[in-house]
């Protein structure tokens, strides 16, 4: 499976180890987080207002400064036409509230479109599920919340976890999935018709996902 690695502006821990095949893009300062963990990008995407220092890679995108997408989107969207179908973002949750609610908007988005794709900071992962469903193993721990995101979400399960849900339908207004637990066992959650987003640690998601 192979994987288009996104780092973007925000501070953040990148500690995947790219494989042949994979794709890794610096989005504008993203450049800079992977240069400090000595990462080299195989291409840079951005308009660089937020960094202006020395780029040492071959292949960069300049971006124009009036633009409709944010350098991370355009990043993402280039992974998309490379052929990639998973992706994996840093450094783009977590910082300014505003990009955040865009890129969970993105992550929804992209995951109906059929692409496997994640927002991951230093300790903390988001992605979607759509008509779906994802599984953790027994060593999951902490919490997890589950959010309908768009409009509604119909035949909704959680298994496995402190609270249960059983063919459910959850609304985009009234956060109900917030706050649940793993309690040590294998567990699942679906939905039949409809986007959930779904929050838990980037230690459960990177070492725990039995089925993605």
Request: hydrophobic content about 35%; proline content about 2%.
């Amino acid at each position: 499976m192979n994987t288009c690695y996104i780092a973007c502006a925000l501070d953040c821990r990148i500690d995947f180890v790219k494989k042949q095949g994979d794709l890794v893009i610096g989005a504008d300062r993203g450049y800079l987080n992977l240069k400090n963990q000595s990462i080299i990008p195989d291409i840079v995407i951005g308009d660089f207002d937020s960094y202006d220092g020395e780029i040492d890679c071959g292949n960069i995108k300049q971006l124009p400064r009036i633009k409709d997408f944010t350098d991370g989107e355009v990043a993402i969207r280039y992974g998309i036409e490379k052929g990639y179908k998973h992706i994996r973002v840093y450094g783009a949750i977590g910082g300014a509230l505003d990009h955040t609610i865009a890129n969970i908007a993105h992550c929804a988005k992209y995951t109906k479109d059929g692409i496997d794709i994640s927002f991951i900071d230093g300790e903390n992962a988001l992605f979607c599920i759509s008509n779906s469903r994802k599984c953790f193993s027994n060593k999951a721990k902490g919490r997890i919340s589950v959010f309908a995101y768009g409009e509604k979400a119909e035949g909704v399960y959680e298994k496995g976890l402190f609270y249960t849900l059983n063919n459910a339908t959850l609304y985009p207004f009234i956060p109900l999935g917030v706050s649940n637990e793993f309690i040590g066992e294998e567990s699942e959650i679906s939905v039949e018709n409809g986007v959930l987003l779904i929050y838990t640690s980037k230690e459960n998601f990177e070492n725990h996902l039995t089925k993605r």
